[in-house]
């Protein structure tokens, strides 16, 4: 193409971006328009507005979010025609809807990011927009077919990946390459795990294929929406514009800790504690926690009713507690059976004294009499209900788990291994947190909070039919013939009732993540090689349908009860339901800093092959060595300079190093310069120091230095050592 002719291309796609920024500002009056009257409450009923105004909020969000690069590319057919691709889907209403700019997850889309010259798709032409803010910049064009290809769309991958790192995680829907594609776009119900190296950009693929589930399953998924799990908030924070940004927002963001609403993390396990709380071996030592508070009485516990002192002896208390076990009700829903049979046997046993000499079975009315009465007193009586608590206690989660933790003897009762011993009870750590959500479950409700609330239900009825008797009787008054009709006919109690009870006004997220018991119709988990069986457990819970997008590197793995093959997690539950796809390009580290990182990973993990970086910095890693009293001085001079460039830094050590991050709170995160303190430490903590170490180093989209103050480690002798940074 001339310059001439460019120019001309040029003004002409500016013009046509121009006007699709009016359609959608259009759009965006529209839908305040709507907005604003849904608010007034103009017609419908209260639940009708409601969700009006819900659906309404939602469109104005989209449109929001495709402000800033609403189309960012062209595709042109080889008989003519030419498509325009964008963030989300605009049409002509005066013409037949006919679409003036295709969404991204459109199938039509698709060849966008998947055409090459061998495999054109009957394409001739991808163009690729520059785009700042509303404003058309500059264009790439790839012609398919020619013979030298034309010139390559690579031009706009290379920019996103070279440009200055922002505070979070940028989307990637104009430059996603063939191999994302295929991932994002993959049709399968179960299961899906991606694996990749640093920087291969598996984060942001799952948060794209959530956008297209979302897309194209929308009916089905939005009603439950995504629960998303990350290894940190600082991870979370980082990733958590991408969505919006692609006009999702029914998506529910957590930690692991965060999956019991209402749970505060504040202590951390040792290594060995969390391995040993990851197994799924410690569902027997909950089972016999539980079992071990099933007591049997040493001594008959005497029950003082008023005409005579009966005993819950052994024998009786066994009897109830087989009866109980064997009902297959969780633990705190057992109890009414438990109570049920106590209370037979004391009743009987209690009759057969009082009535002795001239109460006998034959009189019916009288035996079933004195039962009711005994029944009413055992009810009322503080000492039964205390013999009940001792020997089959309500017991909540927290508490169960807590007085296991500090009690050597019962540690030993529940066949539990000592080292779970702790001085507070309460402290909960992150690897308490499926213990505590598979209690729930194990205990079951407190079935007599779960009556008191039903009560304050029937009484709420019983109000609302009294005032509906009182409109009843105006009624008669303001009628003024038989055919009169008003509103309180068409009403019944429990629909007044309904008037009373305030209504819910939270978004779908924030009902999510307050309710335990909810259930998403997908789940993507990051960093899933740290979560531990009984994480999984959680998740499984979590998503009935077992629809998930698992993200991890089993090369990066830092926990102890992490996995070590995907099978072994996943095989449990989803027998062969889940597919394993991987990607093998670098968008993030460069080569020089790869190179590195690479010969590490051949020292640790010799069989698992390193990402090919897609591009080259033009800057060598160095390193320095120095004093202990040098080390505070060294560590300011590099934010002082990385302070006064474009972009992001960090200083990653060991634990204790001032200024510094531990590796895995870095975890997913990027960032433009790297300093990693003292590496020679991260090595040796632990068995897994070198998977953290590789983590430190594979952080820096363009410059990494080292300081260490002993010999530097020998796999990182390829740096080149330096006085001052490069």
Same mark, same amino acid.
């Given at each position: ?407 050597? /003897? #019962?540690? &030993?009762? @529940?066949? *539990?291994?000592? =080292?779970?011993?702790?001085? !507070? ?6 690897? +308490? ?20 609330? /039903? #009560?304050? &239900?029937? @009484?709420? *009825?019983?109000? =609302?039919?009294?005032?509906? !008797? ?6 008669? +008054? ?249």
């Amino acid at each position: 193409m001339s310059t001439q002719g460019y120019e001309d291309e040029l003004r002409s796609e500016r013009s046509y971006v121009a006007g699709l920024y009016t359609r959608l500002d259009a759009e965006r009056a529209r839908a305040k328009g709507k907005y604003t009257a849904a608010l007034r409450g103009n017609g419908g009923t209260p639940m009708e507005r409601d969700v009006e105004v819900r659906a309404l909020a939602k469109e104005m969000k989209r449109l929001d979010v495709a402000d800033n690069g609403l189309c960012f590319g062209r595709l042109d057919t080889l008989s003519g025609e030419h498509s325009y691709i964008g963030r989300i889907g605009l049409f002509d209403k005066e013409n037949d809807y006919e679409p003036v700019l295709l969404d991204w997850r459109a199938p039509a889309s698709r060849a966008f990011y998947t055409a090459t010259g061998a495999n054109p798709e009957n394409m001739r032409r991808r163009r690729q927009f520059h785009t700042r803010g509303r404003q058309l910049v500059d264009f790439t064009d790839e012609v398919f077919g020619r013979p030298d290809g034309g010139e390559r769309g690579d031009a706009a991958l290379l920019a996103a990946v070279n440009a200055p790192r922002g505070e979070g995680m940028r989307d990637i829907v104009a430059t996603i390459q063939a191999e994302q594609d295929a991932i994002i776009r993959l049709d399968h119900p179960g299961v899906l795990v991606i694996e990749g190296g640093p920087g291969t950009g598996k984060t942001v693929v799952a948060l794209h294929r959530v956008a297209y589930l979302l897309y194209t399953q929308r009916e089905r998924m939005e009603r439950h929406g995504v629960l998303v799990v990350g290894p940190n908030p600082a991870f979370l924070n980082h990733i958590g514009r991408v969505l919006p940004s692609l006009g999702e927002s029914d998506v529910v963001f957590m930690t692991t800790g965060d999956l019991v609403p209402g749970l505060r993390v504040t202590a951390e396990d040792t290594p060995e504690v969390a391995r040993l709380k990851g197994s799924l071996k410690i569902l027997d030592v909950l089972a016999a926690a539980i079992a071990d508070r099933q007591r049997l009485p040493k001594h008959p516990l005497p029950i003082a009713l008023r005409d005579v002192t009966m005993r819950i002896d052994a024998e009786t208390a066994e009897w109830a507690r087989d009866e109980a076990r064997a009902s297959g009700l969780p633990h705190n829903e057992a109890r009414a059976v438990f109570t049920e049979i106590v209370t037979y046997v004391l009743t009987e046993r209690a009759i057969a004294r009082i009535g002795r000499g001239w109460l006998t079975r034959e009189d019916r009315e009288a035996w079933e009499q004195l039962r009711a009465d005994l029944l009413e007193e055992l009810a009322d009586d503080d000492t039964f209900t205390a013999a009940l608590d001792e020997l089959w206690p309500i017991l909540t989660p927290e508490n169960l788990l807590a007085q296991l933790y500090t009690s050597p /003897e #019962r540690l &030993r009762a @529940a066949g *539990a291994d000592q =080292a779970l011993l702790r001085a !507070d009870g309460d402290a909960w750590t992150v690897s +308490d947190v499926p213990l505590l959500d598979e209690l729930v479950d194990l205990l079951g409700r407190d079935k007599p909070a779960d009556q008191a609330a /039903e #009560r304050e &239900r029937k @009484a709420e *009825a019983e109000y =609302a039919a009294g005032v509906l !008797d009182i409109l009843k009787m105006e009624r008669q +008054d303001l009628m003024d013939d038989e055919d009169h009709l008003l509103a309180q006919d068409l009403l019944h109690a429990e629909d007044l009732a309904d008037r009373f009870v305030e209504r819910d006004t939270r978004d779908l997220v924030e009902r999510a993540a307050a309710d335990r018991d909810w259930t998403y119709r997908h789940v993507v988990v990051d960093e899933a090689q740290e979560l531990s069986e009984m994480d999984w457990r959680v998740l499984m819970r979590r998503c009935p349908g077992r629809s998930f997008t698992v993200v991890g590197d089993l090369a990066q793995r830092r926990s102890a009860a992490g996995a070590t093959s995907w099978d072994t997690m996943l095989e449990p539950y989803v027998p062969g339901r889940w597919v394993y796809r991987s990607l093998s390009v670098n968008y993030r580290t460069p080569a020089e800093i790869m190179t590195v990182a690479a010969a590490l990973l051949a020292e640790f993990a010799p069989g698992v092959q390193p990402p090919e970086s897609v591009r080259a910095c033009g800057v060598q890693p160095w390193s320095r060595r120095v004093t202990e009293d040098e080390l505070p001085a060294a560590i300011e001079e590099f934010v002082r300079d990385e302070a006064g460039r474009e972009g992001t830094s960090v200083v990653i050590g060991p634990p204790g190093v001032p200024g510094a991050v531990v590796a895995s709170e870095t975890k997913g995160l990027e960032f433009d310069a790297v300093l990693v303190v003292e590496p020679e430490r991260i090595l040796a903590d632990g068995p897994r120091g070198a998977a953290e170490l590789y983590v430190a180093l594979t952080r820096a989209t363009q410059r990494l230095g080292i300081l260490h103050q002993g010999p530097l480690p020998q796999v990182l002798t390829g740096l080149a050592e330096t006085g001052t940074p490069a």
